[in-house]
């Protein structure tokens, strides 16, 4: 049973063009959440978290919207540029008594046509 | 030094071979985590050391074993295993167990023959 989804398997957008990729989870003990990178043959680089007591972090070109009561986030990126071409890896997670596990969801993977 | 290094990239081994795989974090994190990810599927934690000690273990089979010698260096040393085993196997490190900002070595991509 997937906590956290994200049904679209791949996004095409063109360059200059806004990316909105998309998370739900079903966990509402979930408390923080953050996003992923991932290059082919390289490890998932940390892009943007976000707590739950917010609903907008940004941060450059990328921002992260969370609605709680939908338990849906996003990643909006703008521009998008080709180097943003990867697969967007979104998780969650909660805080537990000894460790806090951070759960993945399938990824997008996005591609950025110049 | 922002890097957790991982050793080898690539390994190949039989179901009979004993190998390790290695990893290598120079931020001054005390907690360690090994993951696994098979194509087109999330990366799924393994174990999690936390100040060298072993702090959980997602019920892995005992064919793959970890050790964390030191603060910088976790190992995932691994006997018998299964070609469904074949993965790619990522390292990552945090501030400690309680910051969820992980950073990921580029794994090593393990077939098991």
């Known amino acids: 049973d997937q906590q956290v989804k994200q049904n679209s398997p791949s996004l095409s957008v063109q360059e200059g063009r806004i990316s909105i990729l998309n998370c739900d989870y079903t966990n509402s003990m979930f408390d923080y959440f953050l996003w992923y990178k991932k290059y082919p043959a390289e490890g998932p680089t940390f892009l943007i978290s976000?707590?739950?007591?917010?609903d907008k972090n940004e941060d450059g070109r990328f921002t992260v919207f969370l609605n709680k009561s939908a338990k849906h986030l996003s990643l909006h990126i703008v521009p998008s540029q080709p180097g943003d071409s990867a697969v967007y890896f979104c998780a969650a997670s909660r805080r537990g008594t000894s460790y806090d596990k951070v759960i993945f969801g399938p990824g997008t993977s996005l591609s950025v046509i110049p | 030094d922002t890097e957790v290094t991982q050793t080898p990239k690539h390994l190949v081994m039989g179901m009979t071979n004993k190998k390790s795989l290695k990893c290598e974090q120079h931020m001054g994190h005390r907690a360690m985590y090994w993951y696994k990810q098979k194509a087109k599927k999330p990366p799924e934690l393994m174990f999690v050391?936390?100040?060298?000690?072993?702090?959980i273990n997602e019920s892995v089979p005992s064919r793959f074993s970890p050790e964390c010698p030191n603060s910088s260096l976790l190992n995932l040393h691994l006997h018998a295993l299964q070609p469904e085993d074949s993965a790619l196997y990522l390292c990552a490190s945090s501030q400690d167990e309680r910051v969820r900002k992980a950073f990921f070595g580029q794994g090593t991509r393990l077939t098991v023959v």
């Open positions: 050391y936390s100040y060298e000690k072993l702090s």
């Open positions: 976000i707590s739950s007591i917010k």
